[in-house]
C-alpha cells in the first residue's frame, strides 16, 4: 500500500536476515511468535544451553512449531562447545538430531579451540545442516585485531558456513561494540571492506545498535540476538516505519519533510 518502501526479500532471504533469540520460551509463546512474527524470522537459535535444560517435550514442540513456518532453529553456539570440551560431538549431534534442528551453530566464544579444528568441524557439519559460525569472544578482555576477525570470518565462510556471526552476547558489550554498548565503528568497517554484508549476521540485541546498522548498511542488513518481543519492532526499523529510521529510504523530494 505504501510507496517507497524498501524492497524485502520473502524467505528464504540472501539479506536482510532476521535471528530471533529464544531463551527459554513455552509453547504457547512460541505459537504466538510465529503467528505475529514467522514471516520475518529466518533463524530461531535456542540461546546457550536453554534447549538442554528446559523440558526436552516443550522444547521438540517448539522447534516444529518455528519449522512449520519456514524458521531455521539451531541450539545455541555455546552448548556445542560445553560439548566439545567434553569430547562429546557425537552426542551433540545425537542431541540435536532428537530435537529435529536444521541448522548449527559453531562458535568458540568460551574456549580456545584452534581454528583449523573449528573449521575441521564447520566443514563436517555443513554436509548435514545449515550452518552459522560465530567470530569472536564472549569476555571482554579478549582484543581481535581486524585482520582476525576477518581471515577467521573468510575461513569459516569457506570452510562451509552460511553465514558468520559478529559476537556481541545478548548484553551486546562485547566483540563488535564497545563495553558501552556503541559500535566499534572502525572494526565493523573494515570487516565490510572485505567480507560480504550478505554473509554476516551482527548481532544486535539493543533498538539503538539495530538503528546503528541499518544507517550504516540500509534496511538489508543481517541482524541476530533480537528478542521475541521486538521482531515485528525491527522490521518497522528497517522499513522506515519508526521515527529512528524514518527518513532512511525516503527519495530526495521527500526528504524536506524533514524536521
Not at 532428537?98 to 562458535?107: A, I, K, P, R, T
Request: hydrophobic share 40%.
Amino acid at each position: 500500500m505504501l510507496f517507497n518502501l524498501p524492497d524485502r526479500e520473502i524467505k528464504p532471504r540472501r539479506s536482510g536476515v532476521t535471528m530471533v533469540m529464544d531463551k527459554g520460551t513455552g509453547t504457547r509463546q512460541a505459537h504466538d511468535l510465529a503467528e505475529t512474527a514467522g514471516h520475518l524470522i529466518d533463524f530461531l537459535k535456542l540461546g546457550f544451553g536453554t534447549s538442554y535444560v528446559g523440558n526436552i517435550t516443550t522444547v521438540k514442540e517448539k522447534v516444529r512449531i518455528y519449522q512449520e513456518n519456514d524458521i531455521k532453529v539451531y541450539v545455541g553456539g555455546t552448548f556445542l562447545e560445553a560439548c566439545i570440551v567434553r569430547g562429546q560431538l557425537d552426542e551433540y549431534l545425537s542431541f540435536i538430531d532428537g530435537l529435529g534442528c536444521d541448522s548449527v551453530e559453531v562458535s568458540d566464544g568460551c574456549i580456545k579451540l584452534p581454528h583449523e579444528e573449528k573449521c575441521g568441524i564447520i566443514q563436517r557439519l555443513a554436509k548435514e545442516f545449515t550452518v552459522v559460525s560465530e567470530v569472536g569472544a564472549k569476555a571482554d578482555n579478549v582484543h581481535l585485531e581486524p585482520v582476525e576477525w576477518i581471515t577467521a570470518m573468510q575461513s569459516e565462510l569457506d570452510a562451509g558456513s552460511s553465514f558468520v556471526i559478529g559476537e556481541a552476547r545478548e548484553s551486546g558489550t562485547v566483540g563488535i561494540y564497545e563495553k558501552n554498548g556503541c559500535a566499534d565503528d572502525a572494526l565493523i568497517r573494515e570487516i565490510v571492506s572485505h567480507i560480504s554484508p550478505e554473509k554476516v549476521i551482527w548481532e544486535a540485541p539493543l533498538k539503538s545498535q539495530q538503528v546503528w546498522f541499518i544507517k550504516l548498511l540500509g534496511p538489508g542488513v543481517n541482524l541476530g540476538n533480537i528478542a521475541p518481543a521486538e521482531a515485528v519492532a525491527l522490521e518497522t526499523l528497517r522499513l522506515g516505519l519508526r521515527g529512528d529510521t524514518f527518513f532512511e529510504s525516503l527519495p530526495g523530494h521527500l526528504q524536506k519533510y524533514k524536521l
